[in-house]
């Protein structure tokens, strides 16, 4: 009896050991990353603080929105409803923006403000991005000392002008911005002709004005707002259970793949309404809700485009926004660095295997051709418009990433995706601080042709400056048996990829922009103490630094690497 009961026992601990390995290379596969506990936690955790917060505001056309007479719209009043003295707080809760840091300081002599501006990707990029952008903000050294307060001041559904109306208003009462992010270009070029001008509503109004300022839902809203009220709450109890038996990759896996799929349906939900609610031509309504007027101020001026005539007026639209916010910014000694956002409905911006077009794209989304047509006159008009300064196109930051960075069909990304946005965004930022202290010549041709062959020669050449404060020191260079990066052979990484050389003679040790855990695409170290090579490898804009930089591509590996060397070690 006792041999059966032992038998059965290791039975059992075999088939769950056997399960849990299926789990394993089950869940690399699905979601092409390593099944980590603590980073499903963190995912939990995310979904309960949105039960206790309301969510992501916006994200759907149907949030419950309070309106504004600036900023179109805000999303919570709870500040106002248990009579917090705002005066006092100065908390962005208080002006119905979310995070910890005040918006305004009674002396800005020690606070080094940054605020992110623009829509749902630019709300979800602040809270993804907020800690780690303050600390990079901090290790690139413009913050001179001050302490550096990261402001989240984007909101679902936000586009041009109510970006620029914010920020002109938060500085009219006292605010001051020493650098502004504003992330937008899709809300911008796309909103209008799926909420606006179909409904004869005026295109620059907010989203769905008409419902604010009448607020009569109709029945297919209702509807749409219940199912995904049980959806939400079916995700956070199913987050909540799952959230004690983590040490289970088999359960780990089963609860992420529901999860996914109560997402997916909340998508498909809000579709349905939107389509059930198609607009017909009846000035009256809007989306799932019903304006009971027929006047300027729901409605705005009447206007006839045709789709032509309304990209090429958006595009510009959005630009004299642009340049009205950098005036704005300047005029305080700040600067703002705008960025329009990559959407997955551009041509060949992105490479996707089957899984994530099933999760980015909708061929009947109305999103598609829309986006797909006008971010080129977007990206027009940011190349061609001089006055659109520290303006960056990152429409196609990820044609050369293979992982999923999309989490919907519309333009959202996963936490991949916001780092990678997260690392561009601070490269531009050190782009144009490396021009003001004459590290790059603006507008040398590689600037704009080739802007992260800039960065990268930046980072190295930074990177040669200590090497030379170490030889001087030590008498020779950091010696390597071998060429090395920040991925090693083994595929371990670390940022002391040159041995001594952080962080006594530079902060923090660069890596190469593409952020992949490919060995072969990193910066590249080699020295026997004497002389030294550093080569960006593999690069994917060689053949485009050649003409423009000969000098700088690797003799030994033409057009596979370039950087700096000593003359002896030029052959290596």
């Known amino acids: 009896m006792k041999l059966k009961i032992i038998y059965a026992s290791i039975s059992i601990v075999f088939v769950y050991l056997f399960i849990e390995g299926i789990s394993l290379v089950s869940y690399k596969l699905i979601f092409h990353e390593s099944y980590n506990a603590e980073t499903l936690k963190n995912k939990i955790h995310d979904i309960l603080d949105k ?27 709870e500040f106002r409803k248990k009579k917090v003295d705002c005066q006092d707080a100065y908390s962005p809760e208080c002006w119905g923006f979310s995070g ?29 991005a907020q800690d780690r952008l303050g600390e990079k903000i901090e290790a690139l050294g413009i913050n001179k000392g001050k302490k550096v307060s990261v402001l989240n001041l984007a909101n679902g559904g936000y586009k041009q002008p109510q970006q620029l109306m914010l920020l002109n208003d938060l500085i009219a009462m006292g605010a001051k911005f020493d650098l502004v992010i504003a992330l937008d270009g899709f809300n911008e070029i796309v909103l209008p002709l799926t909420d606006n001008i179909p409904l004869d509503t005026f295109p620059y109004f907010p989203r769905g004005w ?42 780990g896996c089963l609860w992420r793949i529901i999860d996914n799929q109560f997402d997916l349906a909340m998508i498909r939900n809000g579709y349905r ?24 101020a729901t409605l705005g001026p009447h206007m006839t485009y045709s789709r032509e005539d309304f990209f090429e007026e958006a595009s510009n639209h959005w630009a004299n926004c642009i340049v009205l916010m950098h005036n704005l910014i300047e005029s305080q000694g700040g600067k703002l660095f705008h960025f329009l956002q990559p959407n997955q409905y551009v041509e060949n911006s992105k490479p996707m295997d089957d899984a994530e077009k099933a999760q980015a794209i909708d061929v009947k989304s109305n999103y ?41 069909s519309c333009c959202h990304f996963n936490d991949y995706g916001y780092d990678l946005l997260l690392q561009a965004i601070i490269l531009s930022i050190k782009q144009n601080y490396a021009i003001e202290s004459g590290i790059l010549k603006p507008k040398e041709g590689l600037m704009h042709d080739v802007p992260y062959a800039s960065l990268r020669l930046a980072d190295l050449e930074n990177i040669t400056v200590a090497l030379d404060a170490f030889k001087n020191k030590y008498g020779g260079y950091p010696k390597s048996t071998s060429f ?14 040159i041995d001594g050389l952080s962080p006594e003679f530079i902060d923090t040790l660069p890596r190469d922009i593409r952020y992949d855990n ?55």
């Open 51 to 77: 039960s206790e917060k309301g969510g992501a505001p916006g994200a759907e056309i149907g949030a419950a929105r309070l309106i504004h007479p600036y900023y179109g719209y805000l999303f919570d009043d």
């Open 100 to 128: 910890n840091d005040k918006i305004f300081h009674k002396s800005y002599n020690n606070v080094f403000v940054v605020a992110i501006v623009g829509g749902s990707v630019a709300w979800e990029f602040s809270s993804y």
């Open 210 to 251: 008409p419902n604010l300022v009448e607020k009569i839902p109709s029945s297919g809203f209702m509807k749409y707002y219940v199912k995904n009220s049980i959806f939400q709450a079916a995700k956070q109890r199913l987050a909540a259970l799952a959230e004690d038996f983590l040490f289970s990759r088999t359960i």
């Open 273 to 296: 309404m939107m389509e059930s609610n198609a607009p017909s031509g009846d000035r009256t309504k809007n989306n799932g809700f019903v304006a009971s007027s027929n006047n300027m």
């Open 368 to 408: 598609a051709d829309i986006a797909k047509e006008g971010y080129g006159y977007l990206r027009r008009r940011l190349k061609s418009d001089s006055n659109l300064k520290n303006s960056a196109d990152l429409t196609f930051i990820f044609k050369n990433i293979t992982q999923h960075v999309y989490k919907d």
């Open 484 to 497: 090395s990066g920040f991925i090693k052979d083994n595929g371990e990484s670390s940022y002391f990829w």
């Open 518 to 572: 490919n060995k072969f695409h990193q910066y590249m170290y080699r020295s026997d103490g004497r002389d030294y090579k550093i080569v960006s490898h593999q690069p994917d804009d060689c053949d485009k630094v050649k003409p423009v930089k000969p000098e700088r591509i690797d003799p030994v590996r033409d057009c596979f690497a370039y950087g700096f060397w000593t003359p002896g070690a030029a052959q290596w």
